[in-house]
């Protein structure tokens, strides 16, 4: 038999139960500023006179400014630097703020030195290419949408980089020599479908190695065997509706828990079973919703509402407005939480969607609060505006699919 140390087993007893009682805490924490948050605005109507304001001047000042100038906490994100361009630049076409010309000029000639001799985007000159600045660098090209942003992506050298990180089981990593998980996926579908060097060659595969990352809680996980996760289930439902084989996930399944996963006290959305709320989110799991909406529609279903989502639209934009906005510009993870460019980006990303339900032929809106808090439409597959997702696929298709010559496939 095996002898157990009983000094050891009160030790990982006694750190076992201070870790629970901290997320408690910490639960409580939130939980306690979140019901300030509400009860400021319910006590006091007055308060953001009387309707919940979008505050977007302040978030307007906030991103411009980040265009031209970071603070030295923005250190850490040296290897994230087409990121903070889209982040910024997408949360800009969301407040229907204008790019001017020769802020949109820089940051073209920026993310030129950004891509790489061998195809792809790096986190920043001189670095290795990378499947996630790649998306976001183009994505960001997308955006600005001239003739100058769209001829700095080689595609040529895009499609090679493209296959120098496909996996003979269909998967992606997300550099050569680097890890494997769905986002990769993800964002390669994107940039190819983008700029037209998609062909079922290059996905081969990749359908059936994303559908073995839905598990048994209905989500998708990160790579086969995890926890379902708002971001990889995202990145995994959007990837499949781009090769046209989204039918083929648990459609059922996956709807019971994205719709489980909107907090029903918070209104926002958290990423896991059992996690707290994070306005990122916002977007990741209310993204899902217009997605599988349609996938439901084209299956036959025939009680879908033509006027709204499958959530709670107006619980999701409370939390965002009343809770997730910081007074001098930005929004944020969660009232305690300091602004930054990710969560500006993803709160509005997700505040749009909540607003806007259908397409170019049906439209219906639910604005809540002043029509001034209205944002722009998003895309809900490539997460920029849908007239430039038009734009570019137009452009883009008016050119040749690259041929790729490698004999290795």
């Not at 802020?103 to 670095?127: E, H, I, K, N, Y």
């Not at 994505?139 to 493209?162: H, M, P, Q, S």
């Amino acid at each position: 038999m095996w002898q157990r140390d009983g000094g050891q087993l009160f030790k990982k007893n006694f750190f076992f139960s201070f870790c629970v009682k901290r997320a408690v805490l910490r639960c409580l924490f939130v939980h306690f500023l979140l019901h300030s948050s509400y009860q400021l605005f319910v006590i006091n109507p007055s308060f953001l006179c009387f309707r919940p304001a979008l505050l977007r001047e302040q978030h307007y000042q906030y991103l411009k400014k980040g265009l031209r100038h970071l603070s030295d906490a923005y250190e850490c994100l040296d290897a994230s630097r087409p990121w903070l361009c889209f982040w910024i630049l997408h949360s800009l076409e969301l407040l229907e703020e204008p790019i001017p010309t020769a802020v949109a000029s820089d940051v073209c000639q920026f993310l030129a030195r950004c891509q790489s001799p061998t195809g792809g985007f790096a986190g920043g000159p001189g670095q290795h290419a990378h499947l996630a600045p790649t998306y976001a660098a183009v994505n960001a090209l997308c955006i600005i949408g001239t003739e100058e942003a769209y001829n700095v992506i080689n595609r040529e050298k895009l499609l090679d980089f493209l296959w120098s990180v496909k996996q003979p089981d269909g998967s992606f990593v997300m550099h050569v020599g680097g890890e494997v998980d769905v986002r990769s996926a993800y964002c390669a579908a994107s940039v190819a479908s983008l700029t037209n060097i998609l062909t079922p060659k290059l996905f081969e595969d990749t359908t059936n190695w994303i559908l073995s990352c839905q598990n048994w809680e209905g989500g998708l996980s990160g790579v086969p065997g995890l926890e379902a996760h708002g971001g990889y289930t995202f990145c995994g439902t959007a990837a499949l509706v781009i090769l046209g084989k989204e039918h083929m996930l648990d459609l059922k399944a996956l709807l019971r828990w994205v719709v489980s996963r909107q907090m029903r006290f918070e209104g926002g959305f958290q990423g896991r079973c059992n996690k707290l709320v994070d306005g990122c989110y916002s977007f990741w799991q209310a993204g899902l919703l217009p997605l599988l909406h349609r996938a439901l529609f084209k299956e036959g279903e025939s009680e879908l509402s033509r006027q709204r989502w499958m959530f709670e639209q107006q619980a999701l934009q409370e939390y965002i407005l009343l809770c997730c906005q910081n007074p001098a510009g930005g929004l944020l993870d969660k009232p305690g939480k300091s602004r930054d460019f990710y969560h500006t980006c993803y709160c509005l990303s997700g505040l749009s969607i909540a607003q806007h339900f259908g397409n170019m032929d049906l439209h219906h809106e639910m604005i809540l609060g002043k029509e001034e808090n209205r944002l722009a439409p998003t895309h809900p597959v490539y997460n920029i505006c849908p007239e430039k997702v038009s734009q570019a696929l137009q452009h883009f298709h008016r050119l040749v699919i690259p041929v790729f010559l490698d004999s290795n496939y």
